[in-house]
T-cell receptor
């Protein structure tokens, strides 16, 4: 029972580099989302998807892209990394309704 | 504006004493309310939720929370805290049944001293 799997766990990027954070879930959940966690700010929603082929912006979408080609996968792309994107990133999924979200273990990203 | 707040950055209690972590929200309709816990270098773990029904909700690890509609609060409680309860706690809100997005409070760091 893998749940929500994020890779990599740690990453260091140079300013201007691009990369993709991977997220996969094996629970057949329709809803998936990406959050970033910064000290004292809780978790802020970056992008979300309510199903394959459907994505939308959250609270802090600038500098990030997403796509949802399958139910299982929801990758987050950093287009041109900036130091302000240094954060811990969490992917979550839920089946919708009144159920809770399930979170991955996080990716700690440092942009230098 | 719809929002969720955790008014305390830190809560310190002695082991065996009651623990309360506060959460208030502002929403126009009927919210779905959640509590999550995060241990160091880990993801978020679900503790409990309120959707409808009984205002007192029981969850994992002996935690419970009371939904108070008049005070728009959803405080997390544990009658007798353990050192192992030391962690970062988040209150989260879905502002309507049609909105799957979660809005999080800033988090409260709980320290339970032996």
């Amino acid at each position: 029972n893998a749940g929500v799997t994020q890779t990599p766990k740690f990453q260091v990027l140079k300013t201007g580099q691009s990369m993709t954070l991977q997220c996969a879930q094996d629970m057949n959940h329709e809803y998936m989302s990406w959050y970033r966690q910064d000290p004292g700010m809780g978790l802020r929603l970056i992008h979300y998807s309510v199903g394959a082929g459907i994505t939308d912006q959250g609270e802090v979408p600038n500098g990030y892209n997403v796509s949802r080609s399958t139910t299982e996968d929801f990758p987050l792309r950093l287009l041109s990394a900036a130091p302000s994107q240094t954060s811990v990133y969490f992917c979550a999924s839920s089946p919708g309704g009144g159920t809770e979200a399930f979170f991955g273990q996080g990716t700690r990203l440092t942009v230098v | 504006a719809q929002s969720v707040a955790q008014p305390e950055d830190q809560v310190n209690v002695a082991e065996g004493n009651p623990l309360t972590v506060k959460c208030t929200y502002s929403v126009s309709g009927n919210p779905y309310l959640f509590w999550y816990v995060q241990y160091p270098n880990r993801g978020l773990q679900f503790l409990l939720k309120y959707i409808t029904g009984d205002n007192l909700v029981k969850g994992s690890y002996g935690f419970e929370a009371e939904f108070n509609k008049s005070q728009t609060s959803f405080h997390l409680k544990k009658p007798s805290a353990l050192v192992s309860d030391s962690a970062l706690y988040f209150c989260a809100v879905r502002f309507s049944s049609n909105d799957y997005k979660l809005s999080f409070g800033a988090g409260t760091t709980v320290t339970v001293r032996a």
